[in-house]
């Protein structure tokens, strides 16, 4: 199998539009970025797994905002995955974590999202420009997979009948060799055998992971998916990146009381941990000095 094509060496999220306006579809390779998300948060095969398709998702989902504009998928399970998260910003920043229950059996091999995420929900929020509160909306999730949840949210919510497919891929070691995702989305008034006939043509369609390494591009993924003429919007790329940051987190601590940092300083709470990235952080005894004095100005 080839892995020369660049769809394989670089993350991206590939938007492109029918031209005859019916549809709009996005295409994303985000296997660095999961891979790079296994590693920070040092996870076993199967949290990789839905990390990956999490990651994959919010990446083509926030093709569709402006700019810093960004979206969260929190799925909240009752499953072995209690929870999943995935944010990506428009600019192409991804960023997640998975939470497993505490008394989890990780299987050697991947099952049906079912077994793995059981029954809950899924909840999306968006941070859009001139909207002062996050726009959300809570769905509940369909036992089939994510994709199906999804896309159901998309049905639902946003009112836009939409295709979803996502794909993960690990090798023996457990590690992530790809992750992406694929998105068909009507246009207002098509009809519903065009819907009908992009699901089954999708649903046809090899796996993206093996696309991918037979060296099919993006707009070879997306020929298939929708057989109808297209052209390519934009193409961008995607990197897992957080923003988190000592000073951000000093930003948090100086909601507390002068009483619970000088806890925290007496019993050498200093490692603080973003739950995001993974990153660790620790805090100096300037940096406590700096908090304590900062609280001591407030109260007087």
């Not at 769809?7 to 994303?28: P, W």
């Not at 990789?48 to 926030?62: P, T």
């Not at 769905?139 to 996502?166: D, G, H």
């Not at 796996?207 to 060296?215: V, W």
Request: charged residues 25%; aromatic residues 8%.
């Amino acid at each position: 199998m080839s892995k020369s094509s660049s769809f394989m060496r670089r993350d991206r999220v590939t938007r492109a539009l029918t031209r005859d306006g019916k549809f709009r579809i996005v295409v994303t390779n985000a296997t660095a970025s999961a891979l790079d998300g296994q590693k920070k948060h040092q996870l076993d095969a199967y949290s990789a797994y839905f990390l990956g398709q999490g990651l994959s998702i919010a990446a083509a989902l926030a093709s569709f905002l402006k700019g810093e504009e960004r979206i969260s998928l929190q799925f909240n399970c009752d499953g072995i995955i209690r929870s999943l998260f995935a944010e990506s910003l428009q600019v192409g920043e991804v960023r997640g974590f998975v939470q497993l229950a505490d008394d989890a059996e990780i299987s050697s091999s991947i099952d049906k999202d079912s077994l793995a995420l059981g029954s809950g929900t899924l909840k999306v929020s968006k941070i859009l420009y001139n909207k002062y509160e996050p726009i959300t909306s809570i769905v509940a999730m369909l036992p089939e997979s994510t994709a199906k949840t999804v896309a159901a949210y998309l049905a639902y919510s946003e009112q836009i009948p939409s295709a979803v497919a996502v794909d993960v891929m690990l090798d023996k070691k457990g590690l992530i060799t790809f992750a992406g995702a694929l998105i068909a989305q009507a246009m207002p008034g098509v009809e519903a055998e065009d819907i009908y006939a992009i699901e089954k043509a999708m649903a046809a369609m090899p796996r993206l992971s093996e696309l991918a390494y037979l060296g099919k591009e993006a707009d070879d993924i997306i020929h298939l998916a929708i057989g109808r003429d297209f052209e390519i919007v934009n193409s961008t790329p995607v990197d897992f990146f957080c923003r988190c940051s000592i000073d951000r987190f000093k930003t948090m601590l100086s909601s507390l009381g002068i009483s619970e940092l000088l806890d925290m300083r007496r019993k050498r709470q200093d490692e603080l941990i973003c739950q995001y990235c993974n990153k660790h952080y620790y805090l100096s005894e300037n940096d406590f000095d700096e908090l304590l004095t900062a609280l001591k100005a407030k109260e007087n």
